[in-house]
């Protein structure tokens, strides 16, 4: 509530708290007005709060800060100094700090020392969609808008002071993770031009993804003739207009006035073409207007196609703050990929499928079909180029893998619910098959230096020898999981394309999560889990409540066995034959959340509290775990249970309002139970899914009593993509306090099931 006063104030969008009629029809209401910026920046949300000027811009310009040692993941850090505003950064990764590059930073009179140049707030942060204020301890306030390759800054310096600006092309977020993930700056050059703007360059290397130098050119330009401007090398200024070298360097611009505004393009090209994409800010424009074309683009493209019938201020901060939180990255960098020259689109900050796979990329596809079709192509072209579709990737260069590689499962995600448009599809299988066949050259990474982290599957040696992954292989257990589910996605794009061998040793394939299966191994009462296994068939003892220290070097990654052993999705029939059954199946669900095996912040275990649909009669237990989870977040700073990671956590979220789960690399969606009257989903071409609901509750009255698909009696508690999504459709629930059971028809599909 504060906020929204806060945003009245500062960017003169007032509105009605009290009642707001949501008019179903009225397609260009500003949404962006609910949107929290600030939603998931602290407590480890590391959500970027700056400015993104439209869904995946490639500019995202905020403050960079500094606080002791805490890693400032996204730039921001609710206390601390800042020390610069940068053009470039990530949104909700863990991991190490990335980015945080082509920076200015404003100081009162001439700066004697560059040594420190940064400064506390005088006041915390404010802003909105597309609009981001500073108020620093000297005085200065600072106001930032942006298109997608160029930032706006607006400086407010103390009456009668000089006003200067500091470029330092060094200027790079630090990590104080250890690990050897912290960025570098390697070098640049800079150059001054008489009628006052500037040009250069700087170069870069790692970060979390290990990658080597990359080079990021910019250009900037004052509203006005600097009266006094220097090149600054090492510490000290010095004589003429250009500096280069691996030194820090850069520029001091100095004015006489109080107010004083600054265009800056980037580019990954060239300086020059970093000058034409500052041309995208035509020179004298507002702030507060570049700011509503930025709200204009995020309501257009992304707020306007989920609209719910709540007029409940925290529902509705809640699902617009979300959604905008699901679109930062990864960033459109079409145009400005300086590998190589395509007609394909290139998207890059993929941060991580890793995360995203499991039910962002189901819902970017809904939300943003036009970006996901591109985002597909753009996977295989880097395969097309760099010889893998990465996993993760930053700063053009692939890195870092988790676990399998996940591209997989998004491509068979798109292709099984119809995703063409201009996707070549017989490349996008081979771009699948290297993943599955072909080992990728050892990067030596140090934290795991057995095999890649860089792309691929590193244990690709002992899946395709043994059909499980011995111990010589880091993070074993938990990548065969994921590779199990990897080659699911190849059987299911080679079956579509008619390659009917391939589809059916990719299903055998993926069958292998089996023979991690020990029966023997017991916890907490129940038998059987996937556990590490020698080359000569043993088993390894090994506690399934224990992952060690569950990273780099374990055997399972970030979970331990309780949630890998349940993560085989396209075989849960087979798993709760090996589980026991039924009702051993529940009771272990069950003992997942009560043991506390379970982590709404973490990823692995996404699935987990809607499996109970694969049992007759427990459908209502799903329904319970998503409210329980759903209850854990909030529109506010903290109001993320984990990381981001890439908008995965806040899209977990909208599905639980949207009352569906989907099970990624196949058509089908778990039902659960909507939040709201109505919700309407607009799917393009005319297209909408409609989710109405009476008799319930948010937050009291929520178990599904009966439910009806486009206008027929629905009695299982699945759908399909063409049941609701293809050509649009309905869902009418009745929902009431007490758990029926209505769900009586056939169980959720188990493809890789006998
Ligand atoms: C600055 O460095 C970049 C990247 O290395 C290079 O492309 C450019 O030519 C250099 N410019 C000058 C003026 O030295
Ligand atoms: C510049 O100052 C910093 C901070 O005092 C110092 O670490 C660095 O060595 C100096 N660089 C040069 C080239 O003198
Ligand atoms: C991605 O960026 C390119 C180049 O700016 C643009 O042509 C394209 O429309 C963008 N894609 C989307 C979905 O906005
Ligand atoms: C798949 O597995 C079945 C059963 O083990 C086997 O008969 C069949 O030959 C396998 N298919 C391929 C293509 O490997
Ligand atoms: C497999 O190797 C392990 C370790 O060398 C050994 O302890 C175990 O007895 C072996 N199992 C079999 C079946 O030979
Ligand atoms: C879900 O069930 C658990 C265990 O019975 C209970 O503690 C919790 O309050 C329930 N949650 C909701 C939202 O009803
Ligand atoms: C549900 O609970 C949340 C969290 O306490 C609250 O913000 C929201 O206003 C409640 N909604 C309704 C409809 O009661």
Redesign the pocket.
């Known amino acids: 509530m504060a906020l929204l006063t806060r945003s009245c104030l500062f960017l003169h969008v007032c509105f009605t708290l009290v009642v707001i009629s949501v008019d179903f029809a009225q397609a260009d209401s500003d949404w962006s007005q609910y949107v929290n910026i600030f939603q998931g920046t602290e407590g480890g949300g590391n959500r970027f709060p700056g400015v993104v000027a439209?869904?995946?811009a490639m500019v995202k310009l905020g403050p960079d800060m500094r606080n002791g040692d805490a890693n400032a993941y996204s730039g921001y850090l609710p206390e601390g100094n800042i020390f610069g505003f940068s053009m470039m950064h990530e949104s909700g990764t863990g991991g190490a700090p990335k980015y945080g590059v082509v920076s200015q930073m404003p100081v009162v009179g001439v700066p004697i020392s560059l040594e420190d140049l940064s400064q506390p707030r005088a006041s915390p942060d404010e802003g909105g969609v597309g609009y981001y204020k500073s108020f620093l301890a000297n005085g200065v306030t600072v106001e930032l808008a942006a298109t997608?390759h160029a930032g706006l800054y607006s400086y407010d310096f103390p009456q009668d002071s000089v006003s200067s600006v500091v470029v330092d092309v060094s200027h790079v977020l630090p990590s104080f993770r250890g690990f050897g993930w912290e960025q570098h700056y390697s070098g640049g050059n800079f150059s001054l031009f008489e009628d006052g703007h500037y040009e250069g360059s700087g170069i870069y290397n790692n970060g979390w993804n290990l990658s080597p130098d990359w080079t990021i050119h910019f250009c900037g330009r004052f509203n006005q003739q600097p009266w006094e401007y220097w090149a600054f090398y090492g510490n000290s200024s010095v004589p003429g207009t250009s500096v280069s070298g691996s030194e820090r360097l850069g520029g001091v611009f100095t004015f006489s006035g109080p107010k004083v505004a600054s265009r800056v393009g980037i580019s990954f090209i060239s300086s020059q073409k970093a000058c034409e994409n500052l041309e995208e800010i035509a020179e004298d424009t507002e702030i507060l207007a570049l700011a509503d074309v930025a709200k204009t683009r995020w309501n257009k493209e992304v707020l306007n196609k989920v609209q719910i019938s709540s007029d409940n201020v925290d529902d509705l901060q809640l699902v617009y703050s979300s959604l905008y939180g699901m679109f930062l990255i990864p960033s459109?960098r079409?145009?400005e990929n300086p590998g190589w020259s395509s007609s394909e689109?290139y998207y890059d900050d993929i941060f991580t499928l890793w995360d995203t796979h499991r039910c962002h990329t189901a819902l970017f596809q809904i939300i943003?079909p036009?970006?996901y079709e591109?985002f597909i192509r753009s996977l295989i072209d880097i395969w097309r180029h760099d010889g893998f579709m990465p996993d993760a990737r930053s700063s053009n260069y692939n890195g870092r893998v988790q676990g399998g590689s996940n591209a997989d499962n998004v491509l068979a995600d798109a292709y099984i619910k119809g995703v063409r448009g201009s996707i070549d599809w017989e490349d996008g299988f081979s771009a699948m098959q290297t993943d599955a066949e072909v080992v990728p050259p050892n990067n030596f990474d140090p934290n795991a230096p057995d095999s890649s982290t860089k792309e691929g599957r590193g244990a690709l040696p002992d899946w395709l020898q043994y059909g499980y992954i011995t111990p010589r292989f880091s993070r074993a257990v938990s990548q065969a999981v994921e590779y199990s589910t990897n080659d699911f996605g190849l059987h299911q794009v080679a079956a579509g394309l008619g390659k009917s061998t391939e589809a059916e040793t990719y299903l055998n394939r993926s069958q292998n999560w089996r023979n991690h299966w020990n029966p023997a191994a017991t916890s907490y009462d129940h038998a059987g889990f996937v556990v590490p296994r020698l080359e000569n068939g043993s088993f390894v003892p090994q506690d399934p409540a224990n992952c060690g220290g569950c990273y780099w070097s374990d055997a399972y990654y970030e979970d331990s066995s309780w949630v890998y052993s349940m993560n085989a999705i396209h075989d849960v029939a087979e798993l709760k034959k090996r589980v026991g059954g039924d009702a051993r199946f529940v009771d272990r669900l069950n003992k997942i959340f009560e043991l506390g095996f379970f982590d709404a912040g973490n990823e692995p275990s996404f699935v987990t509290p809607y499996l109970y649909n694969f049992v007759q009669g427990e459908q209502w237990r799903s329904v319970n775990r998503s409210r329980d989870i759903g209850a854990l977040y909030n529109a506010g700073p903290r109001g993320l249970p984990g990381n981001s990671d890439a908008g995965a956590m806040e899209s977990n979220l909208l599905w639980q309002m949207i009352g569906l789960y989907p099970l990624t690399g196949q058509t089908t969606f778990l039902i659960l139970a909507p939040w709201f009257e109505s919700m309407t989903m607009d799917l393009g071409n005319g297209k909408k899914l409609e989710i109405i609901s009476s008799g319930g509750n948010r937050n009291t009255t929520f178990y599904v009593q009966s439910l009806k698909v486009n206008g027929e009696t629905w009695d299982r508690a699945w759908l399909t993509w063409d049941d609701i999504f293809a050509n649009g459709g309905t869902m009418q629930y009745v929902l009431g306090e007490r758990p029926v059971h209505w769900a009586t028809g056939d169980l959720p599909p188990s493809p890789a099931s006998d």
């Open positions: 439209a869904p995946f997608e459109n079409s145009g689109p943003q036009e970006a591109e």
